[in-house]
């Protein structure tokens, strides 16, 4: 149990050992770098992506049901009656950066006027956040189809018998490295939903990622996690 994530992280480069072995190391250099660029490009879209999403399509909306929500109540009724409204996996979502009735009361004592606006002004970190790591995986699968399908142009010359036996070793181990991208991918999406777990769950996913040794170093040395901010 305390090592499923080694065990799932070693399936995974198994897995893409045997693609890249049979594809071979041109279409497999293709895959990896094609999936290094992915990850990148995906990382830094996504919080610019999940904050157009957000603002085009969920911004105004939310805002006008806290208004009829909050509508004739004070601030701190109104902040009160929002939060009260949120389901317990928002409520975790929100607490886990901080964002608390007490701190959006603070920001919003010299604006009654706007208290739709501020609350969703306050609570719009959050959603973005958590929306980033979406659109992020979204991304990084649209771009590893588009980047692929275009070096798939540029390998045929390399499928010829000559160069078969090179290319098919060489390609196994490059396309075991083609897994790091998906796995850190993967790694930044669980590090993003945890706090939105059962703090029961929350210390399960903790225990398996410290009893994890090779799944545990992928974890922490993730550079998505960088690119995120």
Avoid at 20 to 25: D, S
Avoid at 42 to 59: E, G
Avoid at 186 to 201: G, H, K, Q, S
Wanted: hydrophobic letters at 60%; proline letters at 3%; aromatic letters at 8%.
């Amino acid at each position: 149990m305390y090592y499923a994530l080694d065990i799932a992280a070693v399936v995974v480069f198994i897995i893409f050992a045997a693609v890249g072995a049979k594809k071979g190391l041109v279409k497999a250099c293709a895959d990896f770098l094609g999936s290094i660029l992915a990850m990148i490009g995906a990382a830094l879209l996504s919080m610019p992506a999940a904050q157009w999403v957000f603002d085009t399509f969920f911004r105004e909306p939310l805002q006008e049901k806290i208004a009829a929500a909050v509508e004739g109540l004070s601030v701190g009724e109104a902040v009160q009656s929002v939060f009260s409204a949120f389901p317990e996996l928002i409520q975790r979502a929100l607490a886990a950066v901080q964002i608390t009735q007490g701190s959006v009361v603070a920001q919003l004592q010299d604006s009654t006027d706007a208290v739709a606006v501020g609350i969703t002004e306050a609570l719009a970190p959050m959603l973005v956040g958590l929306m980033s790591a979406m659109t992020m995986v979204v991304l990084f699968v649209l771009l590893v189809v588009v980047i692929r399908a275009a070096a798939a142009l540029l390998t045929g010359l390399f499928d010829l018998p000559i160069l078969h036996g090179l290319n098919t070793a060489a390609g196994a181990v490059l396309g075991a490295l083609v897994s790091l991208p998906v796995l850190w991918v993967a790694f930044a999406c669980i590090r993003t939903f945890t706090p939105l777990l059962a703090e029961d769950m929350q210390a399960q996913v903790q225990i398996l990622l410290n009893h994890s040794l090779f799944a545990g170093m992928i974890y922490e040395m993730n550079p998505a996690y960088w690119l995120l901010g």
